[in-house]
């Protein structure tokens, strides 16, 4: 009866940044529990391998591309899911990321343009898709935040601006939108991505430098965040307003580098 509860048979999922890393992971989990999955993400390819690896596993998946930044996407991606399936049960705002700068290097178009990827589209999405969840009674939003939203980090101000702004978005939206639909953040440490990759890749010892201040000693997988993030847009989950820490048990950044004192 509790495996049951977390089955999404029949249900369809919005996920934003769903080629590669943290998106893949939520879709390729989502689609094991039985949810249609519409994969979105600027480039075609990365989002035509994750759905040809949910077809391939027996699920189903469709890509639809889209680049979050423009408004005019995302209100084709809503339109575009409700014209294929006629529902939305669920929307994952994972696409995001970061350039790091230091405070003083930062210029007002890359402090925007970090709030707008992060944060804004998370808000564009939400709202173009919520009219059609709360017709139905029911649905579930899922942002995806980072350590970043609640520690501060040097060379990161703009990041973590914008992911603080993201969840402070999860708690009211999720008042707004209550009791129909829920909404609930989930705030990442170091996921083993192919950006994270690429970092280990270029900076020898950095992984076990890492590692080492991290309460529990390891990297999180794509599919961690996509069994909370499956919990979370469960049969009778009760939570709304939340922030998951899927971190490992940060208390404090674990940057094995940091910058020098200005």
């Given at each position: 009866?509790?495996?049951?509860?977390?089955?999404?048979?029949?249900?369809?999922?919005?996920?934003?940044?769903?080629?590669?890393?943290?998106?893949?992971g939520i879709a390729t989990v989502f689609a094991e529990a039985?949810?249609?999955?519409?994969?979105?993400?600027?480039?075609?390819?990365?989002?035509?391998?994750?759905?040809?690896?949910?077809?391939?596993?027996?699920?189903?998946?469709?890509?639809?591309?889209?680049?979050?930044?423009?408004?005019?996407?995302?209100?084709?991606?809503?339109?575009?899911?409700?014209?294929r399936f006629g529902r939305i049960d669920i929307v994952v705002?994972?696409?995001?990321?970061?350039?790091?700068?230091?405070?003083?290097?930062?210029?007002?178009?890359?402090?925007?343009?970090?709030?707008?990827?992060?944060?804004?589209?998370?808000?564009?999405?939400?709202?173009?898709?919520?009219?059609?969840?709360?017709?139905?009674?029911?649905?579930?939003?899922?942002?995806?935040?980072?350590?970043?939203?609640?520690?501060?980090?040097?060379?990161?101000?703009?990041?973590?601006?914008?992911?603080?702004?993201?969840?402070?978005?999860?708690?009211?939206?999720?008042?707004?939108?209550?009791?129909?639909?829920?909404?609930?953040?989930?705030?990442?440490?170091?996921?083993?991505?192919?950006?994270?990759?690429?970092?280990?890749?270029?900076?020898?010892?950095?992984?076990?430098?890492?590692e080492a201040l991290t309460p529990l000693k390891t990297v999180?997988?794509?599919?961690?965040?996509?069994?909370?993030?499956?919990?979370?847009?469960?049969?009778?989950?009760?939570?709304?307003?939340?922030?998951?820490?899927?971190?490992?048990?940060?208390?404090?950044?674990?940057?094995?580098?940091?910058?020098?004192?200005?």
């Amino acid at each position: 009866m509790a495996l049951e509860r977390l089955r999404l048979d029949g249900q369809v999922a919005i996920i934003t940044g769903a080629g590669r890393g943290v998106g893949r992971g939520i879709a390729t989990v989502f689609a094991e529990a039985g949810a249609t999955i519409v994969c979105s993400a600027r480039t075609r390819t990365e989002i035509d391998e994750t759905v040809a690896m949910i077809e391939a596993a027996g699920g189903k998946a469709v890509a639809v591309t889209a680049d979050v930044m423009k408004k005019a996407d995302l209100d084709a991606l809503v339109a575009t899911t409700m014209e294929r399936f006629g529902r939305i049960d669920i929307v994952v705002n994972n696409a995001g990321g970061i350039v790091y700068r230091p405070f003083l290097e930062i210029s007002e178009e890359e402090f925007r343009f970090h709030f707008d990827w992060n944060t804004t589209s998370s808000f564009l999405l939400s709202q173009a898709a919520a009219p059609h969840m709360l017709k139905a009674g029911r649905g579930s939003i899922i942002n995806i935040s980072s350590g970043a939203g609640h520690l501060g980090i040097r060379g990161m101000l703009s990041y973590c601006v914008a992911k603080g702004a993201t969840e402070q978005l999860t708690r009211a939206l999720a008042q707004e939108l209550a009791p129909k639909i829920r909404v609930n953040c989930l705030a990442l440490g170091a996921i083993m991505t192919p950006a994270l990759q690429q970092t280990f890749d270029m900076q020898e010892g950095y992984r076990d430098k890492l590692e080492a201040l991290t309460p529990l000693k390891t990297v999180g997988t794509p599919e961690d965040i996509g069994m909370a993030a499956l919990y979370l847009c469960s049969e009778g989950c009760y939570a709304t307003s939340a922030i998951y820490h899927i971190d490992g048990g940060l208390q404090d950044t674990n940057l094995p580098f940091r910058l020098p004192d200005l």
